[in-house]
């Protein structure tokens, strides 16, 4: 994912946690916050509670991954954070990847009103 696209400042990550409107599931916390630039922004959080740096960073990596296969599907102008939960340890790539869509249609966060699949099943491509 390219870095415009990216959170990073620990203050807009604050202020979209507190802020922003949450919606959670058992893998995931999807916050969202308005951002008023043409595209939507991603963050991702992942607590020292759930695992070491490795596994942490292979979390966040699969996570960036999912959401990069979807972004042009997903409403520009948000600032949208995944906040990872315990149960995320023994979840596989699919499983996460399922569970970003789940809340990106929960958020109505799909320029389509929803996704056209639960996983997204759209041929692989280098998305900006």
């Known amino acids: 994912m390219k870095r415009q696209y990216r959170v990073r400042e620990s203050a807009r990550f604050q202020e979209i946690r507190k802020r922003g409107r949450a919606y959670t599931i058992d893998l995931l916390v999807l916050c969202a916050l ?4 043409p595209y939507s922004r991603f963050g991702f959080a992942v607590n020292s509670r759930i695992g ?4 942490r960073n292979r979390i966040k990596r699969r996570l960036r991954e999912a959401v990069r296969i979807q972004m042009k599907r997903i409403r520009p102008g948000w600032d949208i954070i995944f906040i990872a939960r315990r149960q995320i340890r023994s ?3 699919h499983e996460m990847e399922a569970a970003c869509a789940r809340l990106l249609r929960r958020a109505q966060l799909y320029v389509d009103g929803d996704a056209q699949t639960e996983a997204g099943n759209e041929p692989l491509s ?3």
């Open 91 to 93: 979840a596989d790539y």
């Open 126 to 128: 280098n998305h900006a």
């Open 52 to 55: 070491n740096a490795v596994m």
């Open 34 to 37: 308005p951002n008023s630039l």
